[in-house]
């Protein structure tokens, strides 16, 4: 079986969401697949907060509280873009680490059959219309149950933001979900028989390319913050409150978006503990043996004899393979993870920091100053 022809997991691709996608001709299975969804997401949701906001100007002589808060307009103009741009980010990175199992041969020609498997298994998952009907439900519960949070009484301005954020939370879920399978699709790789090498630079036994969709994670906790953000900033604009009040929330949410993205990954953990310990006792058993044989002959050498004995730097070398042995840590947690999440959760937060330091106000007398 050609590399090629080898399925990999995707993501983004399958459901019937995709699938009505395709049919409207929004989907393409072209590069400008997620400019074209986003576009048509924010039209939809956000024709309604226009119409209902500038009616709203000319009937009453003034706009809507709705329409002067900071939420509506992230939810739509920048929370749904970054989740559709995320998941075809998460999905490429996954299609990546997918055709690395195979070059690298972390998976076998053998097993390749098996992991089709799995993959075809996940996938029925991924696709399946009833799962992502009941999220649409839940969706359109929650409405309901958990209703927009804003200043405006009027009914017809709080109609007018049901389309966003219906939107906003059935995209959401839905990766949640996709996510969830990303999980699945690991913990059942983790169970095939891999070809891992205690050996590799990465010191994670050549597994680091599969944190990757991780990594890419981060964009979505960047989509949420945004949400967050432009919540807790109408707070402090119409309630007085100061981000003083806000660390906690800010911590937990980073502490969230962190388990999130890093979960998945766990399922590799007992398979790095029991590799480290099989180089371990191989290396350790190898060196003690060249060790006492480097002993045997080289110490009862001339110090002329001894001088530029290939065997000591032999030894030089074998300790330095053993040290990368030693060196194989537990977690599949490479730094770039850490940073594009919690960068990711705390970008957002920036403009609160600038605002509740006075930094627009200063800028503007600056600016005053200058002209």
């Known amino acids: 079986m050609d590399v090629a022809d080898v399925p990999t997991y995707e993501i983004g691709s399958g459901g019937p969401l995709r699938r009505m996608e395709r049919a409207l001709h929004v989907a393409r299975d072209d590069p400008r697949d997620p400019t074209r969804r986003a576009l048509i997401a924010v039209a939809i949701a956000y024709l309604p907060i226009l119409a209902v906001g500038i009616g709203w100007r000319i009937v009453?002589?003034?706009w809507s509280d709705t329409f002067v808060e900071l939420l509506p307009h992230m939810r739509v103009l920048v929370t749904l873009?970054?989740?559709?741009?995320?998941?075809?980010?998460?999905s490429l990175m996954a299609s990546e680490a997918g055709r690395y199992l195979v070059e690298a041969e972390l998976?076998?020609?053998?097993?390749?059959?098996?992991?089709?498997a799995v993959v075809a298994r996940t996938s029925r998952l991924r696709d399946s219309a009833g799962v992502e009907g009941g999220?649409?439900?839940?969706?359109?519960?929650s409405i309901v149950v958990l209703p927009a949070l804003t200043r405006s009484?009027?009914?017809?301005?709080?109609?007018?933001?049901?389309?966003?954020?219906f939107l906003y939370r059935f995209l959401l879920l839905r990766l949640i979900w996709r996510w969830c399978l990303w999980a699945v699709y690991l913990r059942r790789l983790s169970r095939l028989p891999l070809s891992l090498h205690h050996l590799h630079p990465d010191r994670v036994a050549g597994l680091e390319p599969l944190s990757g969709p991780s990594a890419a994670f981060g964009t979505v906790v960047m989509a949420v913050g945004c949400s967050l953000a432009a919540g807790?900033?109408?707070?402090?604009?119409?309630?007085g409150i100061s981000l003083a009040v806000l660390p906690r929330e800010i911590g937990v949410y980073v502490a969230l978006a962190l388990l999130a993205a890093t979960a998945p990954l766990a399922s590799f953990s007992g398979l790095l503990l029991a590799e480290r310990r099989r180089g371990?006792?191989?290396?350790?058993?190898?060196?003690?043996?060249?060790?006492?044989?480097?002993?045997?002959?080289c110490m009862q050498q001339s110090g002329h004899e001894s001088l530029g004995a290939s065997s000591i730097q032999a030894l030089n070398d074998l300790g330095g393979s053993f040290e990368r042995v030693e060196a194989i840590r537990m977690l599949l947690l490479p730094r770039a993870v850490l940073v594009a999440?919690?960068?990711?959760?705390?970008?957002?937060m920036l403009p609160l920091a600038l605002a509740d330091a006075g930094f627009a106000e200063a800028l503007l007398r600056v600016g005053e100053a200058i002209f």
């Open 280 to 297: 371990l006792r191989v290396y350790g058993a190898f060196a003690n043996r060249y060790a006492g044989a480097f002993e045997h002959e």
């Open 135 to 141: 999220l649409a439900a839940v969706a359109l519960v």
């Open 60 to 62: 009453a002589g003034r």
């Open 81 to 90: 873009p970054l989740l559709i741009l995320a998941e075809s980010f998460i």
């Open 107 to 116: 998976i076998a020609p053998e097993r390749r059959e098996a992991h089709g």
């Open 232 to 239: 807790w900033g109408d707070r402090m604009r119409f309630e």
């Open 153 to 165: 009484a009027e009914p017809v301005v709080r109609w007018s933001l049901l389309p966003s954020i």
């Open 341 to 348: 999440v919690v960068a990711g959760a705390l970008v957002p």
